[in-house]
């Protein structure tokens, strides 16, 4: 079956303008994580869905960091005022409920941010 | 902090050889812990999951272990091919608390020379 999509693949913009990232987790998988990796920070854990809910926050980088999950399935991750700190790859990942949390996340491609 | 320590950061080895990568993590809490490959500018391959329970996996030319008592995984590659040039990370999944992602190490960088 098709794996985890993103939309776009690459998305350059310039500073302080709003981006949205989009996610397709494979179907059927209810828990989606979003991950950054840019060259500073290595890959670092952002934000995780179980259904349509966040149990935490506290991993995006700041207050203009925002995402959801509509319908259990699509998520989008939205990034206001953009700075040039926020180039990086945005992963996607999902995972099926069987097993939890001892189940393995499949990742999408990403989708490279540039803000120039 | 709960982190993840990969070493060698960087390899170079003829091909035909067997290699070894190292990640260590900080707390023994864990759910499972994944070795994934990332070639440049691409995402994520997952080579192997290693559930918290498991002592290791194996695929194909490829086995990991998991010690949790001590910390620490290894990732085996068995007659290293050009074609397994590429970043190696290793992820750990805490079950601690505090987060509820993949934590990350940085990656080795390995070059398998022709």
């Known amino acids: 079956g098709a794996g985890v999509s993103q939309s776009p693949s690459n998305k350059v913009t310039e500073k302080g303008k709003d981006v949205e990232l989009r996610c397709d987790p494979i179907?059927?998988?209810?828990?989606l994580y979003w991950y950054r990796q840019s060259l500073g920070q290595g890959l670092e854990f952002l934000i995780y869905?179980?259904?349509?809910?966040?149990?935490?926050k506290s991993g995006l980088p700041s207050d203009r960091f925002s995402a959801e999950r509509t319908g259990g399935s699509v998520s989008t991750l939205t990034i206001q005022r953009t700075q040039q700190e926020d180039s990086a790859v945005y992963l996607c990942?999902?995972?099926?409920?069987?097993?939890?949390?001892?189940?393995?996340?499949?990742f999408g491609p990403g989708t490279r941010l540039t803000v120039l | 902090k709960q982190e993840v320590t990969q070493i060698p950061a960087a390899l170079s080895v003829p091909e035909g050889e067997n290699l070894v990568l190292n990640c260590s993590f900080t707390?023994?809490?864990?759910?499972?812990l994944q070795w994934f490959r990332q070639d440049p500018g691409k995402g994520l391959t997952s080579l192997l999951l290693?559930?918290?329970?498991?002592r290791e996996q194996t695929s194909g030319r490829l086995n990991a272990s998991l010690d949790k008592s001590s910390g620490r995984s290894t990732l085996y590659i068995a007659a290293s091919q050009p074609g397994d040039s590429a970043t190696y990370l290793c992820?750990?999944?805490?079950?601690?608390?505090?987060?509820?992602?993949?934590?990350f190490g940085k990656g080795t960088h390995l070059i398998i020379q022709p």
């Open positions: 992820a750990v999944l805490y079950s601690g608390g505090g987060a509820d992602g993949l934590t």
């Open positions: 990942a999902s995972r099926p409920l069987a097993g939890g949390f001892y189940n393995e996340q499949f």
């Open positions: 290693i559930q918290s329970s498991q």
């Open positions: 869905f179980q259904g349509n809910s966040a149990p935490d």
């Open positions: 179907s059927g998988h209810t828990a």
């Open positions: 707390d023994s809490a864990i759910y499972n």
